[in-house]
């Protein structure tokens, strides 16, 4: 598997639930992050989450997008606490180190129920179409 995969499988596992198993197959033991509401350490985070999950047991987590570069993996993923939640648009930054996560950044924007940008959070230009509009070639 590679990096992506695994920073892909954590997600999904963390999302549905089972976030100490997705610690303990992904998540390295000197982990560190840098979400501003939680200290930045591996066990505040642990907790953090679980206690988020027992609160919305519903929550789903829907990738977009996964990019992969050197030690470092980026997702979109397109998260909600409960079916009737219009969800956030969140990236996910991973740093990986020997197989394991060691460092993790994330930040969050809220999905507008209504919103004036056709295009949304979720979708994707390739440099094809973008390219005869702007003249790019």
Known sequence: MSQKDFAIQFLKMASSGNIREAYDRFIAPDFIHHNQYFPGDRQSLLAGMESAAAKNPGKTCEIQQALEEGDKVMTLSHVRQHAEDSGVAVVHIF??????????????????KESPNKNGPFYFFSICELAPARNLL
């Open 95 to 112: 740093r990986f180190q020997n197989g394991k996560v060691v460092e993790l950044w994330d930040v969050g924007q809220a999905v507008a």
